[in-house]
């Protein structure tokens, strides 16, 4: 198995990246082989300051960089040797199984899309987080980004790609799936949450346990909580300020550490035709090392392949 990582996206590019990799190498199997992607002159230094051999990992050479700022659609018309749009090539021609970074999210996106594109049938791929239970467990929330208008459709397969995902990758059996709403009745919410919940509660495609409310989202009612982007985003980040306020307040504990970014390194984009992670842009070396655990079990779960079963 190969996994591409691009050791030039992110805000501390590529000594982050780079130190992520070496520290995911004893994390790994010997049958994974982690494939940097960018600029090789300078990974290849950067190993040599951490005596670490050039070929614990493959180099594929990318000398141009797509910046944050950048639109992603000119900028990878314009920057066919860009490390993003190289490792969409070899993604695309499976000289990797997997591609990671954390660089421009629009262009991670765009890329996939028009390299190995959506799996037929989803009308949207998306993207996911996880919400630490209280009782000790994990639950997923999609979208948290890519899509911030959805109609109700759209919604429903949310709800069936955060399934497939919490059962095949997290090892969830039989999970419950939860519209985030403003209230447990099928008549609460705008119309599209109303939409949304008449479809669902009769589905045969996953085990739906009705809306969830904000106060319930870090409880046990649901494993996987479908809502818009727009407000998978606001509650994301809202979990987020309030790890850090805690770290800032010099306050411990043991529940609100789950809610660090760094220990799950970043998300595959669910509903393409191959294995596609982003990552914070301000990602450290743990988030890189955690992201390349995480690229390895998705391959594992052959996860793209389970999704284009369901819709096919």
């Known amino acids: 198995m190969k996994i591409g990582l691009d050791i030039m996206g992110g805000d501390f590019a590529p000594s982050n990246c780079l130190?992520?990799?070496?520290?995911?190498?004893?994390?790994l199997p010997a049958d994974v082989r982690i494939v940097l992607i960018g600029d090789s002159e300078k990974a290849k230094?950067?190993?040599?300051?951490?005596?670490?051999?050039?070929?614990?990992?493959?180099?594929?050479h990318a000398a141009d960089v797509i910046e944050m700022g950048e639109h992603p659609t000119?900028?990878?018309?314009?920057?066919p040797n860009s490390s993003i749009a190289v490792g969409y090539k070899l993604l695309k021609e499976n000289g990797i199984q997997s591609f990671a970074s954390a660089g421009n999210t629009g262009a991670m996106l765009v890329g996939a899309m028009f390299s190995v594109k959506a799996i037929?049938?989803?009308?949207?791929?998306c993207i996911t987080s996880i919400l630490p239970k209280i009782n000790g467990g994990f639950g997923i929330i999609l979208d948290v980004g890519t899509n911030a208008d959805c109609k109700p459709d759209v919604l429903y397969q949310f709800a069936i790609l955060g399934s497939v995902f919490a059962k095949e990758v997290y090892k969830i059996a039989n999970p419950k799936i939860g519209l985030l709403n403003i209230g447990e009745e099928p008549e609460k919410g705008n119309l599209v949450a109303q939409a949304a919940h008449a479809l669902m509660k009769d589905s045969k495609d996953f085990n739906f346990v009705g809306n969830v409310e904000g106060l319930?989202?870090?409880?046990?009612?649901?494993?996987?909580?479908?809502?818009?982007?727009?407000?998978?985003?606001?509650?994301?980040?809202?979990a987020e300020a309030f790890y850090s306020l805690s770290k800032k307040r010099n306050i411990s504990d043991a529940y609100f550490d789950k809610f660090n970014y760094e220990l799950y390194g970043g998300t595959p984009?669910?509903?393409?035709?191959?294995n596609v992670l982003i990552a914070?842009?301000?990602?450290?070396?743990?988030a890189f090392k955690n992201m390349m655990v995480l690229s390895k079990d998705v391959v594992e779960a052959n996860l793209n392949e389970k999704i284009k079963t369901v819709f096919q």
Do not use: M, W
Not at 19 to 27: T, Y
Not at 45 to 60: P, R, W
């Open 19 to 27: 130190e992520g990799a070496i520290d995911a190498l004893a994390s």
């Open 45 to 60: 230094a950067y190993l040599k300051t951490k005596n670490v051999a050039e070929d614990a990992f493959d180099f594929i």
């Open 74 to 79: 000119k900028a990878l018309a314009q920057k």
């Open 120 to 125: 037929s049938g989803v009308i949207r791929p």
């Open 216 to 238: 319930e989202v870090f409880e046990d009612k649901a494993d996987v909580i479908v809502c818009d982007g727009f407000t998978g985003n606001v509650l994301l980040k809202t």
């Open 269 to 274: 984009i669910l509903g393409v035709n191959s």
């Open 280 to 286: 914070h842009g301000k990602s450290s070396a743990l």
